[in-house]
């Protein structure tokens, strides 16, 4: 949801994924189904309902084996109780995801600036999650969320990445400037219109929700992988005994 998007989660899950050899990465499968509905349009504007496009994507994944579901698409976390309620395995929750990512880099508390569609930040997403961690939240006017947010979202979703980076950037600079500690790229559009190379010129902390779902998995993979080790080494040990 978000085609680029979900392609760029594919490719940060490998490259975060701490691997020397092909067999030390992490089995994925890719459902990159852009004929969803527009999440924002749906919540916003009484738009097509996407819940029913999702749930088929859940048992899709379901049906294929998968034992955990990540969703690239922070929007779509307004129907998460819904998605999680209905797969047979864990779906990781990227805001919550996020705020891992925030004490990751050492902010524990403080102000988060919040940037993302204007359904995830008009609706209170990510500010009911980041205040109940403590955190203070620090949201663009409607007009910065339409003219900045939503138009570096458009310039990604339209394939005009290299426009979308000057709006993005403008809104990381006045959110730092009200106070922010920190700034969320809150759209998985966002962090591809604020490409790496080019964060350390902004002079603030972000937190990258590809990033922070990517992290997510890549930890719930290990512990769940060295559980089921453990469990086979025991199995192996009593049909020796």
């Known amino acids: 949801m978000g085609p680029l998007a979900g392609a760029a989660f594919a490719l940060r899950l490998a490259a975060l994924t701490p691997a020397s050899i092909d067999q030390q990465h992490i089995p994925t499968l890719l459902l990159n189904d852009p004929r969803i509905p527009d999440r924002t349009t749906a919540r916003l504007y009484g738009g097509a309902d996407p819940l029913p496009a999702m749930l088929r994507g859940v048992r899709m994944l379901n049906d294929a084996g998968a034992r ?5 698409c922070n929007t779509a976390h307004l129907w998460y109780e819904q998605l999680a309620a209905a797969s ?3 779906v990781l929750h990227i805001i919550e995801s996020v705020a891992q990512d925030l004490r990751r880099q050492g902010i524990a508390r403080g102000r988060i600036g919040l940037m993302g569609t204007a359904a995830t930040l008009s609706l209170g997403l990510y500010q009911q999650t980041l ?9 663009p006017t409607e007009e910065e969320i339409d003219t900045l947010c939503m138009a570096s979202i458009r310039a990604v979703k339209g394939n005009a990445v290299d426009e979308a980076f000057e709006p993005a950037a403008e809104c990381v600079r006045r959110l730092g400037m009200r106070g922010a500690d920190a700034v ?3 759209c ?3 962090p591809l219109a604020v490409p790496h190379a080019l964060r350390k010129s902004l002079g603030i902390a972000l937190t990258d929700s590809i990033d922070a779902l990517a992290l997510a998995a890549i930890s719930h993979y290990q512990a769940h992988t060295a559980d089921a080790d453990e469990a086979l080494v025991a199995a192996d040990e009593t049909v020796a005994a």
């Open 188 to 190: 998985t559009e966002l």
């Open 68 to 72: 955990l579901i990540a969703v690239p």
């Open 88 to 90: 047979e395995c864990e």
């Open 131 to 139: 205040e109940k961690h403590g955190y203070t939240c620090i949201v």
């Open 184 to 186: 969320v790229l809150g």
